[in-house]
Protein backbone atom coordinates (compact mmCIF):
# COMPACT_ATOMS: atom_id res chain seq x y z
CA UNK A 1 0.00 0.00 0.00
CA UNK A 2 1.30 3.34 -1.10
CA UNK A 3 2.66 5.75 1.73
CA UNK A 4 2.42 8.54 -0.28
CA UNK A 5 0.33 11.49 0.55
CA UNK A 6 -2.86 12.05 -1.91
CA UNK A 7 -5.45 14.04 -2.59
CA UNK A 8 -8.64 12.27 -1.73
CA UNK A 9 -12.22 12.72 -2.34
CA UNK A 10 -14.65 11.71 0.20
CA UNK A 11 -18.30 11.11 0.23
CA UNK A 12 -19.99 10.50 3.08
CA UNK A 13 -23.59 9.54 2.75
CA UNK A 14 -25.35 10.75 6.23
CA UNK A 15 -28.42 11.53 8.17
CA UNK A 16 -28.75 15.05 8.97
CA UNK A 17 -27.76 15.27 12.72
CA UNK A 18 -26.78 18.50 14.71
CA UNK A 19 -23.19 18.25 15.53
CA UNK A 20 -22.10 15.68 13.21
CA UNK A 21 -19.52 17.81 11.29
CA UNK A 22 -17.82 18.70 14.72
CA UNK A 23 -17.47 15.10 14.88
CA UNK A 24 -16.17 13.92 11.66
CA UNK A 25 -13.67 16.69 11.61
CA UNK A 26 -12.22 16.15 14.75
CA UNK A 27 -11.48 12.48 13.36
CA UNK A 28 -9.30 14.46 10.82
CA UNK A 29 -7.69 17.03 13.31
CA UNK A 30 -6.71 14.62 15.94
CA UNK A 31 -4.40 13.25 13.37
CA UNK A 32 -3.47 16.33 12.12
CA UNK A 33 -5.03 16.67 8.75
CA UNK A 34 -6.15 19.79 7.27
CA UNK A 35 -9.23 19.25 5.32
CA UNK A 36 -8.60 21.23 1.67
CA UNK A 37 -12.81 22.04 1.24
CA UNK A 38 -15.87 20.76 2.30
CA UNK A 39 -19.18 20.62 0.72
CA UNK A 40 -22.87 19.28 2.26
CA UNK A 41 -25.86 18.89 -0.27
CA UNK A 42 -28.84 16.65 -0.56
CA UNK A 43 -27.92 13.74 -2.05
CA UNK A 44 -29.85 11.66 -4.34
CA UNK A 45 -31.50 9.65 -1.97
CA UNK A 46 -34.09 11.12 0.04
CA UNK A 47 -33.56 12.33 3.43
CA UNK A 48 -29.61 11.54 3.45
CA UNK A 49 -27.22 14.20 3.21
CA UNK A 50 -23.82 13.94 1.20
CA UNK A 51 -20.74 15.53 2.13
CA UNK A 52 -17.95 16.20 -0.20
CA UNK A 53 -14.16 16.44 1.61
CA UNK A 54 -10.73 17.19 -0.02
CA UNK A 55 -8.04 15.73 2.15
CA UNK A 56 -4.58 15.43 0.94
CA UNK A 57 -2.68 11.57 3.09
CA UNK A 58 -1.76 8.28 2.75
CA UNK A 59 -3.71 5.68 1.78
CA UNK A 60 -3.69 3.72 5.02
CA UNK A 61 -4.56 6.52 6.98
CA UNK A 62 -7.45 7.24 4.58
CA UNK A 63 -8.76 3.67 5.30
CA UNK A 64 -8.44 3.94 8.94
CA UNK A 65 -10.04 7.30 8.71
CA UNK A 66 -13.05 5.90 6.88
CA UNK A 67 -13.21 2.78 9.31
CA UNK A 68 -13.49 5.76 11.92
CA UNK A 69 -16.09 7.78 10.23
CA UNK A 70 -18.01 4.98 9.39
CA UNK A 71 -18.16 4.05 13.40
CA UNK A 72 -20.88 7.36 13.74
CA UNK A 73 -24.32 5.91 13.97
CA UNK A 74 -25.63 8.63 11.60
CA UNK A 75 -23.29 7.94 8.95
CA UNK A 76 -24.78 5.57 6.28
CA UNK A 77 -21.36 5.11 4.38
CA UNK A 78 -18.11 6.33 3.31
CA UNK A 79 -16.09 6.64 0.16
CA UNK A 80 -13.02 7.42 -0.65
CA UNK A 81 -11.76 7.95 -4.41
CA UNK A 82 -8.49 9.38 -5.38
CA UNK A 83 -8.76 12.49 -8.62
CA UNK A 84 -8.41 9.98 -11.33
CA UNK A 85 -11.78 7.80 -10.20
CA UNK A 86 -13.94 11.55 -9.80
CA UNK A 87 -15.52 14.11 -11.79
CA UNK A 88 -15.18 17.05 -9.72
CA UNK A 89 -15.58 21.04 -10.27
CA UNK A 90 -15.78 24.21 -7.74
CA UNK A 91 -17.59 27.45 -8.26
CA UNK A 92 -16.30 30.45 -7.26
CA UNK A 93 -17.50 33.79 -7.51
CA UNK A 94 -15.57 37.42 -7.57
CA UNK A 95 -16.95 41.37 -7.01
CA UNK A 96 -15.13 43.76 -8.63
CA UNK A 97 -15.31 47.53 -9.26
CA UNK A 98 -17.74 48.20 -12.59
CA UNK A 99 -15.71 50.54 -14.44
CA UNK A 100 -12.90 48.33 -14.46
CA UNK A 101 -15.48 46.40 -16.58
CA UNK A 102 -16.07 49.29 -19.20
CA UNK A 103 -12.65 50.88 -19.13
CA UNK A 104 -10.52 47.46 -19.21
CA UNK A 105 -10.21 45.74 -22.42
CA UNK A 106 -8.29 42.80 -21.02
CA UNK A 107 -11.32 42.18 -17.99
CA UNK A 108 -13.51 41.17 -20.84
CA UNK A 109 -10.75 39.30 -22.79
CA UNK A 110 -10.05 36.86 -19.35
CA UNK A 111 -13.59 36.47 -18.86
CA UNK A 112 -14.74 35.10 -22.14
CA UNK A 113 -11.10 33.05 -22.23
CA UNK A 114 -12.12 31.59 -18.87
CA UNK A 115 -15.30 30.64 -19.55
CA UNK A 116 -16.12 32.70 -16.76
CA UNK A 117 -19.71 34.28 -16.95
CA UNK A 118 -21.26 37.85 -15.17
CA UNK A 119 -23.93 37.15 -12.88
CA UNK A 120 -24.70 40.79 -12.17
CA UNK A 121 -23.43 44.46 -13.31
CA UNK A 122 -24.92 47.89 -11.79
CA UNK A 123 -23.03 51.03 -11.38
CA UNK A 124 -20.53 49.92 -8.31
CA UNK A 125 -19.63 46.84 -8.96
CA UNK A 126 -20.65 43.30 -11.15
CA UNK A 127 -19.96 39.95 -10.03
CA UNK A 128 -18.15 36.77 -12.41
CA UNK A 129 -18.89 33.17 -11.72
CA UNK A 130 -16.98 30.70 -12.60
CA UNK A 131 -16.85 26.77 -12.60
CA UNK A 132 -14.36 24.78 -13.01
CA UNK A 133 -10.92 22.71 -11.60
CA UNK A 134 -9.25 24.20 -8.97
CA UNK A 135 -6.07 25.14 -11.11
CA UNK A 136 -8.68 27.08 -13.37
CA UNK A 137 -10.22 29.42 -10.44
CA UNK A 138 -6.63 29.78 -9.30
CA UNK A 139 -5.56 30.94 -12.34
CA UNK A 140 -8.31 33.50 -12.54
CA UNK A 141 -7.89 34.76 -9.45
CA UNK A 142 -4.28 35.72 -10.54
CA UNK A 143 -5.24 37.63 -13.84
CA UNK A 144 -7.93 39.36 -11.76
CA UNK A 145 -6.10 39.70 -8.55
CA UNK A 146 -3.91 42.52 -10.72
CA UNK A 147 -7.07 44.92 -11.17
CA UNK A 148 -8.58 44.46 -7.94
CA UNK A 149 -10.93 42.27 -6.59
CA UNK A 150 -13.67 43.51 -3.80
CA UNK A 151 -14.65 40.22 -2.83
CA UNK A 152 -14.09 36.27 -3.50
CA UNK A 153 -15.68 33.56 -2.51
CA UNK A 154 -15.09 29.61 -3.66
CA UNK A 155 -17.27 26.65 -2.69
CA UNK A 156 -16.23 23.33 -1.57
CA UNK A 157 -15.06 20.76 -4.32
CA UNK A 158 -18.66 19.18 -5.38
CA UNK A 159 -17.99 15.67 -7.25
CA UNK A 160 -19.37 12.76 -8.77
CA UNK A 161 -17.54 9.03 -9.36
CA UNK A 162 -17.01 7.62 -12.38
CA UNK A 163 -17.93 4.26 -11.32
CA UNK A 164 -21.39 3.43 -9.80
CA UNK A 165 -21.47 3.96 -6.42
CA UNK A 166 -23.74 1.39 -4.26
CA UNK A 167 -25.60 3.28 -2.18
CA UNK A 168 -29.04 3.39 -3.71
CA UNK A 169 -29.31 -0.15 -4.03
CA UNK A 170 -27.80 -0.42 0.10
CA UNK A 171 -30.12 1.49 1.17
CA UNK A 172 -33.07 0.17 -0.68
CA UNK A 173 -31.87 -3.47 0.57
CA UNK A 174 -31.91 -1.58 3.96
CA UNK A 175 -35.90 -0.55 3.84
CA UNK A 176 -37.43 -3.98 2.20
Do not use: P
Not at 134 to 151: A, N, P
Amino acid sequence: MSQENKLYTVSIYTENNIGLLNRISAIFQRRHINIESINSSVSEIENVTKWIMVVKLSEEQMKKIIGQIEKQVEVIKAYYHTEDETIYQETCLFKIKSDLLFNERQIQNIIKESNARIVTVNKAFFVIEKSGRKEEIDLLHRELTVFGIMQFTRSGRIAVTKDEMQISTMLKALQH
